[in-house]
């Protein structure tokens, strides 16, 4: 990352922080990609949730980092990864940076790892590059009416206010930490799951220039995510599905995904909510290695 962009405050134990420059010759809606490097053995790439970044899995790596080489990828415009004027945060867009990713790097045989928004972007990935995709982990995709404003009353009058014409880009602007904290923690079972430090972590990417418009942007993407489950039946790769039972979605939601993927494995965690990678990183560690 350049000089002038902020660090994180948040050292995830035996990774090292590496850039992916754009493709020469692309068409500067391409930014820098920063992701995070752990551990030796197959391949697994970690996609994280809306409003986050590669540290959302700082608890889950070091569980993971014997069995896998573990890739956790700063999407497109968040976390450290180049914020791009004009760039597009829809379903499509935010794809593209991971199979860059997958692409760039060469990488074969691939455990896909997604939560939420990244749930949903392991499995269109997957569709897209079957060749290189061993499996796919999603975790409570994020694709249904509402997203995060089901947190709670104070998420859908931000959320609607981030989303209002006018003054939305002004309120996307505004973060402050009381706020940005019961959002979060209306997306997990154990509210003490979330540690202050991976909040005040947030809050600093939240200060980068251009982040306000990154973050508009993906909560605009809503309707490409929803849209992108039309995808999901082109995967050819295993998945399983985990949801929280207390996650955003509704049984409805669950089962509509089932339907879909008749021939995945599904979990469901007790008394977990939306951010299962937060808190039960143990879970997802079992289920990963136990089929490295």
Known sequence: ????????????????????????????????????????????????????QAEHFRHLIPLIADRYTVYALD????????????????????????????????????????????????????????????????????????????????ARVVVSGVLAPGVGPVIAGVEPKPALTKIFQGGLGDRSALREDYVDELLQVGKRPGYPTVARGVYQALPSLIAARARYPEVKAPVHLVYGEKDWSRPSDREANRRLLPAADFTQVPKAGHFIALERPELLADLLNTTA
């Open 1 to 52: 990352m350049p000089a002038h962009e902020p660090r994180p405050s948040i050292h995830v134990p035996g990774t090292t922080s590496h850039t992916l420059a754009p493709r020469p010759g692309s068409d500067g809606r391409q930014g820098t990609l920063r992701y995070l490097k752990a551990g030796t053995g197959a391949p697994l790439v970690l996609l994280h949730t809306v409003r986050t």
């Open 75 to 154: 999407l497109p415009g968040m976390g450290y990864s180049e914020i791009v004027p004009g760039a597009s945060y829809d379903e499509p867009a935010m794809r593209a940076g991971v199979e860059r990713l997958l692409t760039e790097l060469d990488l074969h045989d691939v455990t896909l790892v997604g939560e939420s928004m990244g749930a949903v972007l392991a499995l269109t990935t997957a569709a897209d590059l079957p060749e290189r995709v061993r499996r796919v982990v999603a975790v409570n995709t994020y694709d249904f009416r509402g997203g995060i404003a089901r947190s709670g009353l104070l």
